[in-house]
């Protein structure tokens, strides 16, 4: 192991807080928690493109929602997690996607280091963009760890952030039925 290698600055970070990681509950430490990175930051390694499955919808024009997708981040300030539930919905334009693909869709974005508001928006502009549809609504509903145990300490707050375009944000009947 180099001086730079991940492991010894986990090693180092374990020392700056005032560890010893030699001992024996931390010896292992440094590398479960390189190995925990590699899948909390595993969206950097995958791209909207590559999982999206699109169909030809049939001519279905109705709007298609998918509710309380759990999802769970790191924040970008602090090295935080944050997690919730996102809502997603779309008003087809003749294609549809697959219906496993928008929680897919939504993993790929919030395993990358993120604030909330931009996640919502990467999700929704993704979505727009690779299928083309009348409408897309985003809602993100999410806890953060740097607000409930350090900050502020507030232990029950949610914070709601939203993405709408084309229809979901030019119609307020859309808008509403969202």
Known sequence: MTNNSPENLIRSILS???ED???????GTPKRVIQSYVKLFSGYRKHPKDILTVFDGEHYDEMIVARDIEFYSM???HMMPFFGKAH????????????SKIPRLVEIFARRLQNQERLTSQIAESLHKLLS???VGVVLEARHFCMMCRGV??????ILTSSLLGLFK?????RSEF
């Not at 997603?88 to 219906?99: A, E």
């Not at 030019?170 to 859309?174: D, V």
């Open 16 to 18: 700056h807080i005032g």
């Open 21 to 27: 990681p030699d001992r024996e509950g931390l010896k």
């Open 75 to 77: 924040c970008e300030h």
């Open 88 to 99: 997603i919905g779309y008003i087809p334009n003749g294609k549809i996607i697959g219906l």
């Open 133 to 135: 549809p009348k409408g």
């Open 153 to 158: 300490e507030k232990q029950n707050s949610t």
């Open 170 to 174: 030019n119609t307020m009947n859309t």
